[in-house]
C-alpha cells in the first residue's frame, strides 16, 4: 500500500512532468481504481479542518451544489461509496443533504471513514446502509450546539440548578449569576434542537441501517446509539468514538481491514487528499470517481494549524 511518504513520493514525480495539476491526478487515479475494485460510484467529501481554520470547512448548503456535480451523469443503479472527512457543520444543512442523497442513491448508500466523520458527518453516516470504518477511525457526537454551548449539558446544568435551589434556597447565590446569562427561549431552542437530532436519528437508523433488525432488537440498538451519539451528556463534542465502539452500540460496521485490497486504496486515497489539503490553497473538495469536482479554495495568505486539536466545530454553527 503506498503510504504517506510513498503518495508525496508520487505526487512529486508527477509534477515533475505533468501538465496539469498533480494532486488532481494521484487523487483521480486512485478513486478510479477503487471504482474499478468495488463497481460503486465513489464521492469523496473532504474538508481541510486539521489543516486549516476558516470559514467554509463545515457542512453546509453550499455542499449540496457540489454533491449536485459530482451525481450528474453517474450511474446510480451501482449505488454510493460515500468518502467522508468532516468535523461536522450546519444541521438543518445536513438533514437537507441526507434527504437528496437518499432520493438519489435509495438505501443504496455505503459511508467510508479513513479517519473522523464528526457531528453532522456521523449524521450523514449513520443515513447509509452500513459504514466501513478502520481501527484508526472515529465518529463523534451529534449532540447540538450552540457555538461552545453544548444543549444536553446546559438543559442538564439548568436542572441540577432548581433541584439544588428547592432543596436549599440558599444554593441561589451561587447559580442566579449562571442562570441569569441564559436568555429567553434558549432553553426551548435548546429542547427543540435535541428532539430534531434524537427524532433524525431515530428514523433514519430504522429506514436504512438497521431496518432489516426485528422491532425489539430495532428498538434496543437505536435506543443505545441515541443515548451514547446525540444525549451526549459529561462529553467534548469532539469525542472520539472508534469503530469497535460503534459496532457494540448497534451501528453497522464493515471492518476496513477485512478487505486488503480495499482498505490499501481507502487509505492511500485518505493520503492524497491529506497532501492537497496541506500544501495547496483547497478548503473543501467534493469529488467522484470519474474526475468530476467542486474544490472550495481559501485565501492564500491562511494560517495553517501546527498542532491540531481534534474536530473543529466553526462558533457560527447552531446546532449539529
Given at each position: 500500500m503506498p503510504n504517506w511518504s510513498h503518495v508525496l513520493n508520487e505526487i512529486a514525480i508527477e509534477q515533475a512532468t505533468a501538465t496539469v495539476f498533480p494532486h488532481d491526478v494521484i487523487r483521480r487515479r486512485y478513486l478510479q481504481k477503487l471504482f474499478d475494485h468495488t463497481d460503486r460510484n465513489v464521492i469523496a467529501y473532504y474538508?481541510?479542518?486539521?489543516?486549516?481554520?476558516?470559514?467554509?470547512i463545515e457542512v453546509n448548503d453550499e455542499d449540496k451544489n457540489a454533491f449536485m456535480l459530482c451525481i450528474n451523469e453517474l450511474d446510480r443503479s451501482k449505488?454510493?461509496?460515500?468518502?467522508?472527512?468532516?468535523?461536522?457543520?450546519?444541521a438543518h444543512a445536513t438533514l437537507s443533504l441526507v434527504d437528496y442523497l437518499r432520493s438519489m442513491f435509495g438505501s443504496d448508500m455505503r459511508a467510508i471513514v479513513p479517519?473522523?466523520?464528526?457531528?453532522?458527518g456521523t449524521m450523514i453516516a449513520c443515513s447509509c446502509k452500513s459504514i466501513v470504518m478502520g481501527k484508526h477511525s472515529s465518529l463523534g457526537p451529534v449532540d447540538p450546539q450552540f457555538g461552545s454551548v453544548a444543549a444536553a449539558n446546559l438543559l442538564a446544568e439548568v436542572k441540577r440548578a432548581k433541584t439544588e435551589i428547592l432543596a436549599n434556597p440558599g444554593a441561589s447565590l451561587f447559580w442566579n449569576p449562571i442562570l441569569s446569562k441564559i436568555t429567553p427561549s434558549f432553553l426551548e431552542r435548546c429542547e427543540l434542537a435535541i428532539e430534531d437530532s434524537n427524532q433524525f436519528l431515530d428514523e433514519t437508523l430504522r429506514d436504512n441501517m438497521l431496518s432489516s433488525l426485528a422491532k425489539p432488537e430495532q428498538d434496543t440498538a437505536v435506543e443505545?446509539?441515541?443515548d451514547v451519539f446525540a444525549n451526549n451528556i459529561g462529553k467534548a463534542h469532539n469525542t472520539h468514538i472508534p469503530a469497535k465502539r460503534c459496532a457494540e452500540l448497534g451501528l453497522k460496521i464493515e471492518e476496513l481491514e477485512s478487505d486488503q485490497t480495499l482498505q490499501d486504496l481507502v487509505l492511500t486515497i485518505h493520503h492524497c487528499y491529506m497532501?492537497?489539503?496541506?500544501?495547496?490553497?483547497?478548503?473543501?473538495?467534493?469529488?467522484n470517481h470519474m474526475g468530476r469536482a467542486l474544490v472550495k479554495q481559501v485565501a492564500v495568505n491562511f494560517v495553517p494549524m501546527v498542532q491540531p486539536q481534534g474536530a473543529y466545530l466553526p462558533p457560527s454553527v447552531d446546532s449539529d
Open positions: 474538508s481541510g479542518f486539521l489543516n486549516k481554520r476558516a470559514e467554509g449505488g454510493l461509496d460515500l468518502i467522508l472527512h468532516t468535523p461536522g457543520g450546519d479517519q473522523l466523520a464528526m457531528s453532522a443505545n446509539i441515541i497532501h492537497t489539503l496541506s500544501n495547496t490553497a483547497a478548503l473543501k473538495i467534493v469529488e
